[in-house]
């Protein structure tokens, strides 16, 4: 990539900064109905509204001419989100239960995006071992 091709993808659009917005929006959103209700935010949160988010930007944005070529793109996100969110599964259980222990906030953080990226290269290994799925 040349140096002005790297500016012009760096250089944010109208479209990237409605992007920016709607994002940081929902964010607010779900830490404001926190306060709330916990279970009501962890909904929000748990939705695949990022996903679904960026399937709809990549959807617009496309640079493929060819509308075949830009669905498999979007097909092929939406297929290997589903393997990227599989290690991450874990925290939502280690992070309460390490809290409730009296670990520190930060430690059961940095703990448990350890632990992630274990499980991630684990689930990398294994898949490459048993399947043709190749995630890196």
């Known amino acids: 990539m040349d140096k002005n091709e790297l500016l012009k993808v760096l250089t944010p659009s109208f479209f990237d900064i409605v992007k920016i917005l709607l994002t940081a929006v929902i964010i607010l959103i779900a830490t404001k109905l926190q306060l709330v209700s ?9 939705l695949p509204l990022t996903s679904i988010l960026a399937m709809i ?9 060819d509308p075949a070529a830009r669905i498999e793109s979007i097909a092929s996100h939406a297929y290997y989100t589903f393997w990227f969110v599989l290690p991450t599964l874990p925290m939502f259980l280690v992070i309460p239960w390490m809290l409730r ?18 499980l991630f290269w684990l689930l990398v290994f294994l898949l490459k071992k048993f399947t043709s799925i190749e995630l890196m």
């Open 38 to 46: 916990d279970k009501l935010s962890a909904l929000l949160i748990a």
């Open 57 to 65: 930007w990549m959807r617009h944005e496309a640079k493929v001419a």
């Open 101 to 118: 222990k009296g670990h520190g906030f930060y430690f059961t953080l940095l703990a448990n995006a350890a632990l992630t990226a274990v």
